[in-house]
């Protein structure tokens, strides 16, 4: 399959490269060059240049975008809101019914209202970002897809993430957020949303959360595993245990 | 009651001005220059400081979410997300007690004609301005409502005159949305400072 990754110079990026690349061919695009060697092609491209996202869409068979700045206003919709708009608009344009989204875990379940008091969180709950700026562009973004996906025949998994962690660095007693993974086991969920049939999935716009098992029950991941047959590694168990 | 309007170039923005002008002190923004007889602010709505100097000492925005002249498609949606995010930010952190989104009724145009459709049913927006981005501001604006830092009151305009319309935002301007929410509240459970308004014949 050949497959456009946007933003994969990030921190996540080349984890899912290096996991695709075996399978796949790669186009990934970020607005800054990547600080190593990735697999496939790479272009320099800003996310929020639509002419831009379509022309590096053609001749691909899936879109994953993994592009994310969140702490400037402008860019954090550049890329979070205007970028998906963008990266949709590409899909149409070149035919391509694939796209796999990403964003963090508030983008539906806002912290002030869900993270402090309740367990069980499930991705399948109606958007409620709150005015954060990171959770609301993404939030936006999602929402635009799936605008896109009730009008045209495109499919869109959103992966949501909170806290990712490098088992090997990980410190006795170090602090985590209620919803880890590794980096490693992050980017395997990115093969099963390209092999997945997408007649399988519920609707053409799915959300799911991705993170380790973890004893506590704040959120879930059950939806990730019964679906798209996700995997969790127990690689981060030395947080809790 | 001071009143900051936005998108001064469009009629409706400029029809607005004209009905309020006579029981309200009214300022017009744009994000190019407008000439008008009212009160006139250029501001790009932008993360700074002068969209809070724009909002300063305001009572309540009527935020009309329309684009410049020629303007494009992401432009548009980049004026109805980010714009909007920046100048209620910015409101709410003026203390500005109210916002009025003027929407649209072609959010519902897609159920089919004859249905009674209700400010409770789900919009339907379709992938082009202006239902996308009136949708966008909308779903900006709801957070806000959510998280208590402003009331929103959206009235999503159908073929309505300009003086149902100014009608319309009087009414919006009388009853608080935090107000109208607890009333409404005793009935249907809802405290949120959020509500919707359909006003005018829906498009069919």
């Known amino acids: ?241 | 009651m001071r009143i900051l309007i936005t998108s001064a170039s469009h009629d409706r923005s400029a029809a607005l001005a004209d009905h309020l002008a006579s029981h309200h002190e009214v300022r017009l923004t744009e994000r190019a220059h407008v000439n008008t007889e009212h009160e006139f602010a250029l501001s790009g709505l932008g993360h700074d400081r002068s969209t809070n100097l724009l909002t300063r000492g305001i009572d309540a925005i009527i935020h009309a979410v329309e684009p410049l002249p020629e303007e494009d498609v992401s432009s548009q949606l980049d004026a109805a997300t980010r714009c909007t995010y920046n100048l209620l930010m910015a409101a709410a952190e003026e203390g500005v007690q109210q916002v009025i989104i003027l929407s649209t009724l072609e959010l519902m145009a897609a159920y089919p004609p004859g249905y009674r459709v209700t400010e409770t049913w789900r919009p339907l927006p379709t992938t082009q301005p202006p239902t996308l981005t009136k949708h966008m501001a909308e779903q900006v604006g709801r957070e806000f409502a959510r998280e208590g830092s402003l009331d929103v009151r959206v009235l999503r305009l159908g073929e309505a005159s300009d003086a149902t319309v100014a009608d319309a935002v009087i009414d919006a301007l009388a009853q608080p949305a935090s107000l109208a929410a607890q009333h409404r509240s005793k009935e249907e459970g809802a405290r949120e400072p959020w509500l919707i308004t359909h006003v005018g014949e829906r498009p069919q």
């Not at chain 1, 946007?6 to 970020?30: Q, S």
């Not at chain 1, 990547?34 to 491209?45: C, I, K, N, T, W």
């Not at chain 1, 391509?96 to 991705?123: C, Q, Y």
Request: charged letters at 20%.
């Open chain 1, 1 to 241: 399959m050949n497959v456009l990754i946007l933003g994969g110079a990030g921190m996540l990026g080349p984890y899912v490269a290096r996991e695709l690349a075996p399978n796949h061919n790669l186009r990934i695009t970020d607005i800054t060059p990547p600080e190593e060697d990735l697999p496939g092609e790479f272009l320099l491209l800003d996310a929020a240049d639509l002419d831009g996202v379509v022309a590096a869409a053609a001749g691909m068979d899936a879109i994953v975008n993994l592009s994310v700045l969140r702490r400037d206003r402008q860019t954090a919709w550049d890329v979070s809101t205007r970028g998906c708009y963008n990266m949709m608009q590409a899909a149409v344009t070149h035919g391509i019914n694939r796209v796999i989204n990403t964003g963090p875990h508030f983008t539906v379940a806002g912290r002030h209202i869900t993270e402090i008091l309740d367990f069980g969180i499930v991705p399948d709950i109606p958007p409620q970002p709150g005015t954060n700026l990171y959770a609301l562009t993404k939030a936006m973004g999602l929402e635009i897809c799936r605008v896109f996906t009730e009008h045209h025949d495109i499919s869109v998994q959103h992966y949501l993430f909170y806290n990712f962690k490098d088992p090997a660095a990980i410190q006795p007693g170090e602090r985590y957020a209620p919803y880890v993974i590794s980096w490693e086991n992050s980017a395997e969920v990115f093969t099963l949303g390209l092999d997945i049939d997408l007649d399988a999935l519920p609707s053409r716009n799915e959300v799911f959360y991705v993170f380790a098992d973890m004893p506590h029950g704040k959120f879930s991941n059950e939806k990730t595993k019964r679906i798209l047959g996700f995997k969790p590694r127990q690689d981060v168990e030395i947080l809790w245990k």
